[in-house]
């Protein structure tokens, strides 16, 4: 008696992965929201202008030695406080265009600019 090791069942299985593989769907996907850095140091905002589109956030990362900064927006629609480190984010959820400075160094100003 000769022993055949078939694999009745592979057949099945590696249809199911070939399935899986090529489950992606067709449809066109808006891209995915993205995260952009703004580097507070050496008394400024890196980079100054921003642009984004609805649904992206803008983290300002505050890397400045420990010294104290402030991210307001001129038309108040966000504000980090004043904070010497750490990190302050803002979701932008509508189209627009956000000048912001620091109070504390009115010199040190940058623009969110979002579109849709
Ligand atoms: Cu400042």
Not at 3 to 32: D, I, W, Y
Not at 53 to 71: C, E, P
Not at 81 to 96: L, N, P, R
Request: a negative charge.
């Amino acid at each position: 008696m000769i022993g055949r090791r078939t694999m009745p069942f592979a057949a099945p299985v590696l249809l199911a992965a070939g399935l899986l593989a090529t489950g992606c769907s067709p449809t066109e996907a808006s891209p995915a929201p993205r995260t952009v850095d703004v580097e507070i140091r050496d008394l400024q905002f890196v980079p100054g202008e921003v642009e984004v589109s609805v649904g992206d956030t803008v983290r300002w990362v505050f890397d400045d030695g420990g010294m104290f900064h402030h991210v307001e927006a001129t038309d108040g629609s966000f504000d980090s406080e004043i904070v010497g480190e750490g990190m302050f984010s803002v979701t932008f959820s509508e189209a627009g265009t956000h000048p912001y400075a620091c109070s504390i160094h009115p010199y040190m100003t940058g623009t969110v600019t979002v579109s849709e």
